[in-house]
Nanobody
């Protein structure tokens, strides 16, 4: 079992940048497909990005492609989400999750473990 803790959220102006971190404990992140999703008030949770190790690959939602970058640091057992050119519509609670089934990462039901979330607010 793995425990996930997100950090790095906050308030930023449109066009700004933030980097979210997801630190895992209990098991190494290389055992999982790791992903980020988000949920805005009144909306369903949606996939944002994921990274798999076998084979090494990343996948992004169309809405963030070219602006967000997911990466992993195995020495720190941490996954990052670098978010650039943020827009007000990126405002949401962002969740880190781990999938032990080695899916591609875009299906939220595949994830077994979830963090508590970190709030990102983008002002216009």
């Amino acid at each position: 079992q793995v425990q996930l803790i997100e950090s790095g959220g906050g308030l930023v102006q449109a066009g700004g940048s933030l980097t979210l971190s997801c630190t895992a404990s209990g098991r190494t992140i290389s055992s999982y497909t790791m992903g980020w999703s988000r949920q805005a008030p009144g909306k369903e949770r949606e996939f944002v990005a994921a990274v798999s190790e076998t084979p090494k690959s990343t996948i992004y939602a169309d809405s963030v492609k070219g602006r967000f970058t997911i990466s992993s640091d195995h020495a720190k057992n941490t996954v990052y989400l670098q978010m650039n050119d943020l827009k007000p519509e990126d405002t949401a609670t962002y969740y880190c999750a781990a999938d032990s089934g080695w899916g591609r990462g875009e299906v939220l039901d595949d994830y077994d473990y979830w963090g508590q979330g970190t709030q990102v607010t983008v002002s216009s």
